[in-house]
């Protein structure tokens, strides 16, 4: 059985004398949710691209689900869904999908039921023209389901969606992915994708800077943990005397220190119970990350 659907290995793309890739190298599992971030012009794009084998690499090794980009196994097995979804105003979602299904080979009596999983049923007899773009956002997703696709790459695929529709569209993305789908997605909503994705990617300058969980990433930038402490009243001058590093911020004080002196600086704010009302800890946030490692490259 196949257990990657997707491997590169040191691929570089050059356009007029400048990488737009340079010696990129990742993998996504059957099962797994990758997020691929990246500022504009980082290189997502294009990397996309090769991979549906719309462009050529200039060197390096790409199998997609057991194949060449581009080829007949690699294209019915992947499924793409672009950030501004297109389809023909007259059309309606019923009749989109439908149309693509026979493009497919698929049996189109299917069709209804894929709209229902994307949340469309309600709709599928309204033209397109009507729909709002989260509406055709769900009909670019009908029409990236059909198959059972084993790779899925999602260009920003949540563009237009609200709130509700968004945490829809992650658990319709689990789904797929406890099914075997291997999930490559690029997003610049660093929060909504830190806690939906298995494996993050950020890409800088045309180079892979980072990889890893998220846990795996906050190791690798050593960025401080931020705790905030909720004093009684009255003895904030107590703790800012025991602890000279904190500094009062409003209504609390905040500290920060090492990952490795986390536990040591707990253990001195549990020593001064009796003066303190709550403590939360806040360990780097991806977007603390993110800007650490795009920093560190340059951009």
Do not use: W
Not at 235 to 247: F, H, Q, R, S
């Amino acid at each position: 059985m196949m257990t990657s659907t997707l491997t590169i290995s040191h691929l570089t793309k050059t356009f007029g004398g400048v990488d737009a890739l340079s010696d990129v190298s990742l993998h996504v599992a059957r099962g797994e949710r990758v997020a691929l971030l990246g500022h504009n012009g980082a290189g997502k794009s294009t990397l996309m691209k090769v991979i549906l084998g719309l462009i050529t690499a200039d060197s390096g090794q790409i199998s997609v689900c057991g194949a060449a980009p581009g080829d007949a196994g690699a294209r019915s097995q992947v499924a793409y869904l672009p950030e501004n979804a297109t389809f023909h105003s007259a059309l309606t979602g019923l009749e989109q999908i439908t149309y693509y299904m026979r493009l497919r080979g698929e049996a189109p009596s299917g069709a209804m039921a894929l709209l229902d999983k994307v949340g469309l049923a309600h709709a599928a007899k309204q033209r397109i023209g009507t729909y709002s773009k989260g509406m055709r956002q769900r009909v670019g997703l009908a029409q990236a389901l059909i198959g059972h696709p084993n790779l899925l790459v999602l260009d920003e695929p949540t563009s237009g969606l609200d709130p509700v529709s968004r945490r829809d569209f992650y658990e319709l993305l689990d789904g797929l992915a406890a099914e075997g789908a291997g999930i490559l997605l690029s997003s610049h909503a660093l929060t909504e994708v830190e806690a939906r994705t298995d494996r993050l990617l950020i890409l800088s300058g045309g180079r892979m800077v980072a990889t890893g969980s998220l846990p795996e990433l906050r190791q690798d930038a050593a960025l401080p943990v931020t705790m905030q402490i909720t004093t009684l009243n009255g003895y904030a001058g107590d703790i800012l005397a025991a602890l000279p590093n904190a500094i009062r911020v409003g209504d609390h004080l905040h500290l920060s220190c090492a990952q490795a002196d986390k536990l040591v600086t707990l253990a001195q704010v549990a020593a001064l119970k009796d003066k303190v009302v709550d403590i939360e800890v806040m360990p780097p946030s991806l977007e603390d990350i993110y800007s650490h490692f795009s920093r560190r490259d340059g951009q």
